[in-house]
């Protein structure tokens, strides 16, 4: 069974840039699998960054991008923020109406 | 403006059932793929379930024959009704709308938790 991966805990500096990367355990992760992303705190419903790859959705700053890096999806944010620290996950679309979660990436900013 | 409320959720025993509620507003689920993903206490999301716009759903292997997800169009509400609950279906369960398949909105969530 393929599983979608995604990082260890990361760390970033206050206005560093940082690229979270979603991959496969099996195959190559491309613009068909629609990948998305979205932002969690503790407690909260998760927030909507990006969709179909590089769409950002409403209201999300431009410091947020996503993208196709060699075999996985990419998150990059430039000019992280304290309230950047949170869980960052993605969703890929597998195919005959299934998706799959990553496990997620816990970003720090310090 | 897009919303979702959802309801229904709470405390049910092993091997019981439950239907959460899913109240779309600002928008058509007739036209939207709808979703329903979870997430147990202290763990990642799990996609769950999906109706797409013409009433064809799927699932995840884990809630296969167990779990329906449902519309009423009239009523603009989506449903996921879960029976033969097992403690580790204990978790937030959020609806989400659609968008060139990835979760553009998200309701805030129900808690389902499955004890004796």
């Known amino acids: 069974q393929t599983v979608v991966t995604q990082e260890p805990p990361f760390s970033v500096s206050p206005g560093g840039t940082v690229t979270l990367t979603c991959g496969l355990t099996?195959?190559?992760?491309?613009?068909?699998?629609?990948p998305s992303w979205y932002q969690q705190t503790p407690g909260q419903a998760p927030r909507t960054l990006i969709y179909?790859?590089?769409t950002r959705s409403s209201g999300v700053p431009d410091r947020f991008s996503g993208s196709i890096l060699g075999n996985k999806a990419a998150l990059t944010i430039t000019g992280a923020q304290a309230d950047d620290e949170c869980d960052y996950y993605c969703?890929?679309?597998?195919?005959?109406?299934?998706?799959?979660f990553g496990g997620g990436t816990k970003l720090t900013v310090l | 403006e897009v919303q979702l409320v959802q309801s229904g959720g709470g405390l049910v025993l092993p091997g019981g059932s439950l239907r959460l509620s899913c109240r779309a507003s600002?928008?058509?689920?007739?036209?939207?793929?709808m979703h329903w993903v979870r997430q147990a206490p202290g763990k990642g999301l799990v996609w769950v379930s999906h109706?797409?716009?013409?009433?064809?759903?799927t699932y995840a292997d884990a809630v296969k024959g167990r779990f329906t997800i449902s519309r009423d169009i009239a009523k603009n509400m989506v449903y996921l009704q879960m029976n033969s609950l097992r403690a580790e279906d204990t978790a937030v369960y959020y609806c989400?709308?659609?968008?060139?398949?990835?979760?553009?909105?998200w309701g805030l969530g129900s808690l389902v938790t499955v004890s004796s």
């Open positions: 109706v797409n716009f013409d009433g064809r759903t």
């Open positions: 179909s790859t590089n």
């Open positions: 099996s195959g190559s992760v491309a613009t068909s699998h629609y």
């Open positions: 989400g709308r659609d968008v060139d398949w990835g979760l553009a909105s």
């Open positions: 600002g928008f058509s689920i007739s036209s939207s793929y």
């Open positions: 969703m890929l679309y597998m195919g005959s109406g299934t998706w799959v």
